[in-house]
């Protein structure tokens, strides 16, 4: 079974998040999610300062088998793009909670978070796509 750390949240996509000490919200990809897609090549990123809604397509990672988009759990404003994936995207298979987020941003509604999947439901998500 995949790694799921209990602190964060998640998304169907197999997006994760994690709430900062400042209220922003660091997102990356899942163990599942990397896992699946195999040994990443390059991290198409959403632009700083821009401004994405819940729901939309905001990244693309892409793999030596395929290329996936990454989609905006909350509303919010891009601050901050780990740019160590640039020379090194591998990060995001061998550390994807750590080192291997993708970018960081300011939640429109912070509270919307609690929408969003808990560890136990997202092992349980995966329990059923995998049935």
């Known amino acids: 079974m995949s790694e799921i750390p209990v602190e964060l949240r998640y998304t169907k996509e197999h997006e994760w998040l994690r709430e900062q000490d400042d209220g922003t919200?660091?997102?990356?990809?899942?163990d599942y999610a990397q896992t699946s897609l195999g040994d990443l090549v390059f991290v198409e990123f959403p632009?700083?300062?821009?401004?994405?809604?819940?729901?939309?397509?905001c990244a693309v990672v892409e793999s030596v088998?395929?290329?996936?988009?990454v989609y905006m759990p909350l509303s919010g404003t891009v601050i901050e793009t780990n740019q160590a994936l640039a020379d090194a995207p591998e990060l995001v298979n061998s550390d994807p909670y750590g080192d291997g987020w993708l970018f960081r941003f300011a939640p429109e509604s912070p509270a919307e978070i609690d929408e969003l999947l808990?560890?136990?439901?997202?092992?349980s998500y995966l329990a059923e796509i995998h049935d």
């Open 65 to 69: 088998k395929a290329a996936s988009d």
């Open 25 to 30: 919200f660091e997102l990356g990809i899942t």
């Open 118 to 123: 808990s560890s136990e439901e997202y092992a």
């Open 47 to 57: 632009e700083e300062d821009a401004v994405i809604v819940a729901g939309d397509a």
